[in-house]
């Protein structure tokens, strides 16, 4: 039986003549392939849709013996020629697909990832977004869209307010922050932890409750910036298992 849904294009490849492979993100079968048998030739079953960063409404079934999917057609709704036209925001667009694709995003996650993805390429759209902020804004807000979801306000051992108080600690594992008087009295984080200045945590708060519109306005001092995309880095590559490196996504 087929239904139709939204999804965003993140991959496309050709195979025989005529025929693609599609790898799609959408909000309720998280990121997934499928096959668009005469894709590559069809002039009104997939105008303009089998290309990646677009945004599709397909309609999608099976093979008779339901062992892989299909695309039976698609509606361009937008492919983001802004994006496409600028190398510079492409390269924004293609860095967080690939994290997309390579977090493997399962069904029960779907819906926020594809929203905070799509959001993330209007925002590029409209204005380009920023080299130094865009992609690890983008890992760092899907880490929390997935359910990690530290209190970067709060001391995790004791709950003191943690706004003005200096000599914290933050525990990549257990995605907590220490005051200095917990950290004093003996009770040290377990595993990985890194020194965080008052700066850096309300940086990482106000990343985690931001949307990608409102990354266009954001200023940061460099300082903050570097210990808290560090700490970002960290954090995701302990939780989700990813590191960029040479211009792509690894596990660690």
């Excluded at 995790?156 to 914290?168: D, I, T």
Aim: hydrophobic fraction near 40%; include cysteine; aromatic fraction near 10%.
């Amino acid at each position: 039986m087929s239904s139709s849904e939204k999804a965003l294009v993140l991959k496309v490849g050709g195979f025989r003549e005529a025929d693609c492979w599609v790898k799609l993100l959408t909000p309720t079968r998280g990121v997934f392939n499928a096959f668009a048998f005469g894709g590559s030739r069809s002039r009104r079953r997939f105008v303009g849709c089998l290309d990646p960063l677009s945004h599709v409404l397909f309609t999608i079934g099976t093979n008779k013996t339901g062992t892989y999917t299909v695309l039976e057609e698609g509606s361009l709704l937008h492919n983001f020629p802004a994006i496409r036209e600028s190398s510079a925001k492409t390269g924004l667009a293609v860095n967080c697909m690939k994290f997309v694709d390579a977090v493997e995003i399962d069904p029960s996650d779907a819906r926020p990832v594809y929203t905070l993805l799509l959001e993330t390429l209007y925002m590029l759209e409209k204005d380009g977004g920023s080299s130094a902020f865009t992609p690890w804004f983008f890992r760092a807000k899907l880490a929390f869209e997935m359910g990690y979801h530290p209190d970067f306000l709060s001391c995790g051992m004791c709950g003191r307010s943690l706004v003005a108080e200096e000599g914290c600690q933050f525990g990549v594992e257990g995605g907590q922050v220490a005051c200095r008087t917990c950290l004093s009295s003996g009770k040290p984080l377990e595993g990985l932890a890194r020194p965080v200045s008052t700066g850096v945590l309300r940086a990482l708060d106000w990343i985690q409750h931001s949307r990608p519109a409102d990354w266009l306005t954001v200023s940061m001092d460099s300082e903050v910036r570097r210990q808290a995309s560090q700490l970002i880095e960290l954090f995701v590559a302990y939780h989700l298992g990813l590191s960029w490196d040479n211009g792509m996504y690894k596990k660690v």
